[in-house]
């Protein structure tokens, strides 16, 4: 066993705070990852206060990770020590399923191996990002790219890939014009990959404070939902509606915006059902769909993407010891538009 130091929850009520935990020895397929950041998602705090459900305490969440490998297993050849890699939201699968099989990990039918919140398969809890190093499996880590510097690389792990899968999914591209609804951590990479997708891509937020950077970002156009009417003067306007926000939304009034045959996606995760009318899908022939992160085939294009077209996320990177306070900001909608912890604070 490894003991590194780490940054967690002793219970869903207490602040995080130093601790350590132990790591797996590097098996024969294993690598072993020196974190250098790690992003802070808001699925972190869901999940340390319990909001979605019991965990296992004490739970070392995070699961933007990215560093270099310093120790590689004999069987291992994907990887060699001093690689600049990463590591997002899954560590094993059971690789024998139908999903698994097809690529689909994130949706094995035996259910992925989180990175943290989870049971890894030496029968331990899983740990995540906001530790010094982690222990994976050869085949979920990725390579990242030179040109993506660190800091800016561990937003992508799952951010990046939550929003870039269901854009591939459904065909953002040249003609089509794509709704993104929240500009948070999530939509601003939303944004960004669709604008380098071709797509036409117009912000649904709440207010007006984001409109500045959702044209910067490239977006044609911004419309400030919050106003009476808003939606209404956008029927039938997208092809593709990706929502991002985990706050419940008159869904009607959003699925009213697609065109005949359009696609609305939840990738945000908003812990109330959101009750939807069957006949503002049936008019139209519309879908309504969710996207859970990527496959480790897709993550991996969705970094050599973002490297090629030079995209990055915003950040604000902060020491360990602001990590709660980022998390009251995060509540608050105080950060544009991710925060990045520096792991040499640990």
């Known amino acids: 066993m490894l003991t590194v130091k780490a940054y967690g929850a002793t219970s869903a009520t207490a ?19 020196a974190i250098r950041y790690a992003g802070i998602c808001h699925s972190d705090i869901h999940t340390v206060r319990e909001e979605w459900g019991p965990i296992t305490f004490p739970q070392v969440v995070g699961h933007e990770i990215v560093g270099e490998v310093v120790e590689v ?9 001093g690689d600049r890699v990463g590591v997002g939201c899954m560590v094993d699968s059971c690789r024998e399923c139908e999903q698994c099989l097809a690529g689909n990990e994130q949706y094995c039918l035996e259910g992925n ?3 943290y919140d989870a ?24 390579k990242v790219p030179d040109a993506i510097p660190y800091a800016d690389a561990a937003p992508l792990l799952c951010a990046g890939i939550t929003t870039y899968s269901p854009l591939a999914r459904w065909g953002a591209g040249p003609g089509t014009k794509v709704a993104v609804v929240g500009l948070g951590g999530l939509g601003h990479m939303a944004v960004k990959i669709a604008v380098a997708m071709g797509a036409e891509v117009t912000v649904l937020s709440r207010t007006d404070a984001k409109k500045d950077d959702a044209l910067a970002f490239g977006a044609v156009r911004h419309v400030a939902t919050g106003e009476e009417g808003a939606l209404k003067g956008l029927r039938g306007a997208f092809d593709l509606i990706i929502n991002s926000v985990s706050a419940p939304l008159d869904m009607d009034a959003y699925l009213a915006t697609l065109k005949p045959q359009g696609t609305l996606v939840n990738v945000g995760a908003p812990p109330e059902p959101l009750p939807v ?35 990055a996320p915003e950040t604000e990177l902060i020491a360990a010891d602001g990590i709660n306070d980022a998390y009251e900001r995060v509540l ?3 950060v544009r538009y991710r925060f990045v912890i520096d792991t040499e604070t640990l």
Not at 73 to 81: L, P, T, Y
């Open 119 to 142: 049971i890894g398969r030496d029968g331990e809890p899983t740990q995540g990002g906001y530790s010094t190093h982690i222990v994976v499996d050869q085949d979920f880590v990725l």
């Open 113 to 115: 191996i989180g990175t």
């Open 332 to 334: 608050a909608g105080d």
């Open 73 to 81: 297993g004999s069987e291992v050849r994907k990887h060699a020590v």
């Open 15 to 33: 602040p995080l705070a130093p601790l350590t935990i132990d790591r797996r020895d590097v098996g024969p397929a294993d690598v072993l990852i």
């Open 277 to 311: 009318q069957v006949f503002s899908l049936i008019q139209g022939g519309k879908s309504f769909a969710g996207s859970n992160i990527g496959s480790i085939r897709e993550t991996q294009e969705m970094l050599d993407f973002c490297a090629e077209h030079g995209i």
